[in-house]
């Protein structure tokens, strides 16, 4: 009989056992006597074999016992590196938020930096035409041209026809003046001069258009004008200096002094 009596204390007993002292006697065929001693033999290796494996039994509840209860270290060892890991997995997602901030600044940047330099390359652009027009207007106001709002004007020192007048404009990379505010038929006015303009009805009598193919919306007739006396007065002349009103259609090929006009808008 075996008695496990906790981890460390094992008691083994073993009762009714068989006196391996005694000997039992065998006659053979011979007449000899043998004392029966291999069972007693037999017996104890039997005993001892059954206390080994009592002791391995508790030996291994003892070991199982310790494995499954873990040490105080080991648990404290693994609290630690699951709150290393748990760190280390917040540290990585600041990284990830910051560096995802950081993109998108720099894309930010990278977007301010192409507008600013798309406004500088316009305002170099701007600059540049600015700088041609400024240069024009120079030219001719050195040539003796007049300067009133987004224009320039050339008066001639001659006479000739409409026609002539108008070719004389062309070749100065111009055109018959185009009126189109009273404030800019003030401006003529001043110079005091009978000058062709650029508004004519050759193309159809009665739909007066300016030499631009713009239809006549502005009308500043001298009284009773036009009238087309005498017939064929299909061009017209400004032959006041006292009233705002002092347009008169004439013959295109009476001779009268002209005014040139040229855009520059800066």
């Given at each position: 009989?075996?008695?496990?009596?906790?981890?460390?204390?094992?008691?083994?007993?073993?009762?009714?056992?068989?006196d391996t002292s005694a000997r039992r006697s065998h006659t053979g065929e011979g007449?000899?006597?043998?004392?029966?001693?291999?069972?007693?033999?037999?017996?104890?290796?039997?005993?001892?074999?059954?206390?080994?494996?009592?002791?391995?039994?508790?030996?291994?509840?003892?070991?199982?016992?310790?494995?499954?209860?873990?040490?105080?270290?080991?648990?404290?060892?693994?609290?630690?590196?699951?709150?290393?890991?748990?760190?280390?997995?917040?540290?990585?997602?600041?990284?990830?938020?910051?560096?995802?901030?950081?993109?998108?600044?720099?894309?930010?940047?990278?977007?301010?930096?192409?507008d600013s330099a798309l406004q500088l390359n316009s305002q170099a652009e701007e600059?540049?035409?600015?700088?041609?027009?400024?240069?024009?207007?120079?030219?001719?106001?050195?040539?003796?041209w007049f300067s009133f709002s987004d224009s320039v004007y050339y008066i001639s020192?001659?006479?000739?026809?409409?026609?002539?007048?108008?070719?004389?404009?062309?070749?100065?990379?111009?055109?018959?003046?185009?009126?189109?505010?009273?404030?800019?038929?003030?401006?003529?006015?001043?110079?005091?001069?009978?000058?062709?303009?650029?508004?004519?009805?050759?193309?159809?009598?009665?739909?007066?258009?300016?030499?631009?193919?713009?239809?006549?919306?502005?009308?500043?007739?001298?009284?009773?004008?036009?009238?087309?006396?005498?017939?064929?007065?299909?061009?017209?002349?400004?032959?006041?200096?006292?009233?705002?009103?002092?347009?008169?259609?004439?013959?295109?090929?009476?001779?009268?002094?002209?005014?040139?006009?040229?855009?520059?808008?800066?």
């Amino acid at each position: 009989m075996v008695v496990d009596k906790g981890e460390s204390e094992i008691t083994i007993e073993i009762v009714n056992l068989p006196d391996t002292s005694a000997r039992r006697s065998h006659t053979g065929e011979g007449g000899e006597v043998t004392t029966a001693a291999t069972g007693g033999k037999l017996l104890g290796c039997i005993a001892v074999s059954f206390c080994l494996m009592c002791i391995l039994q508790a030996s291994l509840n003892i070991c199982l016992r310790l494995a499954l209860s873990s040490p105080p270290d080991i648990d404290c060892n693994c609290k630690n590196l699951t709150d290393e890991r748990d760190n280390l997995r917040r540290i990585n997602l600041d990284i990830e938020e910051r560096y995802k901030i950081l993109t998108e600044e720099r894309d930010k940047l990278r977007r301010v930096l192409n507008d600013s330099a798309l406004q500088l390359n316009s305002q170099a652009e701007e600059g540049g035409k600015l700088e041609s027009q400024l240069n024009v207007l120079k030219h001719y106001l050195q040539q003796g041209w007049f300067s009133f709002s987004d224009s320039v004007y050339y008066i001639s020192s001659t006479k000739k026809t409409w026609q002539d007048s108008r070719n004389d404009c062309l070749q100065r990379a111009a055109d018959l003046v185009i009126i189109g505010s009273t404030e800019e038929q003030d401006f003529i006015k001043q110079h005091q001069k009978i000058m062709w303009i650029g508004l004519t009805d050759r193309e159809m009598e009665g739909m007066w258009k300016w030499v631009d193919g713009s239809p006549l919306t502005t009308s500043l007739w001298d009284s009773g004008e036009p009238n087309s006396a005498g017939g064929n007065e299909d061009c017209v002349v400004m032959n006041s200096f006292k009233n705002v009103n002092s347009w008169n259609d004439e013959r295109c090929e009476n001779e009268n002094f002209w005014m040139c006009e040229k855009k520059i808008t800066l």
